[in-house]
């Protein structure tokens, strides 16, 4: 006969739902599931050093999200979050993964120490990747090159790139020497991208209110103007004002059985 399944000593009866979290120990083996380690070249010195270097330091790194802090707060609970990460556990009714305790809403303050800690973590280790990155005897594994300059380029997309000019400066003569295009975190272009969209979508918008075929000038010189936006009253009574309504009303008008069953 099966035997039957183990009682447990103890019933759990969790107050709150657990969004799931793995360790920041299990950081590297849950990239590997995730696929964020294809291209890694295997039985290689330099790709080992990489990998090192590729670690962040876990006192830094929001307990959800196990990435490196950008904005953090310090929680009802007393441990520090990314201030995202927080709000999405308050929405969601969620215990925290640290204290097990549901976080109350607007009970938490900046960590600024914390964020400088992970602001001078992400200089200093950009400073060690490109150094890495530079070394001569490298030039023969690109992809490894590459895989550093995109973790500065991380780095550097929240440390802002005209603040540290001497690292953005290194990441692009690497960029160039690979032949590879500059990523937009180390340029203006990202900002000049956005300016661009939102003036073609506000020059779309002012087109679609206006007459087809007139131009910004063309509309002002003939003293055009948006079209009145229909309302049920204004509806009815251009319906009623028509010839075939009052063809209709005629024709009905002209039967007494269906006047008297109206």
Request: net charge negative; aromatic share 4%.
């Amino acid at each position: 006969a099966p035997s039957a399944p183990a009682e447990t000593s103890e019933a759990s009866s969790p107050s709150a739902p657990m969004l799931p979290i793995r360790p920041a120990a299990e950081r590297r083996d849950l990239n590997a599931v995730l696929g964020l380690q294809c291209g890694r070249i295997l039985n290689s010195p330099w790709q080992a050093k990489l990998d090192v270097l590729l670690e962040e330091d876990p006192d830094i790194c929001c307990p959800v999200t196990l990435v490196l802090l950008v904005a953090p707060v310090l929680a009802s609970d007393g441990f520090i979050y990314e201030k995202n990460s927080l709000e999405l556990l308050v929405r969601t009714h969620s215990a925290s993964p640290m204290s097990h305790e549901l976080l109350e809403k607007d009970s938490y303050v900046a960590a600024d120490e914390k964020k400088d800690e992970a602001l001078k973590f992400r200089k200093s280790r950009s400073e060690e990747l490109l150094d890495f990155a530079e070394v001569p005897e490298l030039a023969q594994e690109p992809t490894t090159i590459k895989a550093s300059l995109e973790r500065v380029g991380e780095y550097v997309k929240v440390l802002q790139h005209e603040l540290v000019p001497d690292i953005t400066e290194r990441a692009v003569k690497l960029w160039e020497s690979l032949g590879e295009p500059i990523p937009p975190e180390l340029t203006d272009s990202g900002k000049v991208h956005s300016r661009v969209v939102r003036q073609k979508s506000e020059r779309r918008s002012f087109f679609s209110t206006s007459k087809p075929g007139l131009t910004p000038s063309s509309n002002r010189s003939q003293g055009a103007t948006p079209q009145s936006r229909a309302t049920p009253q204004s509806s009815r009574k251009a319906l009623t004002q028509s010839a075939d309504f009052q063809q209709f009303l005629n024709s009905t008008l002209a039967r007494p059985d269906l006047v008297s069953e109206l």
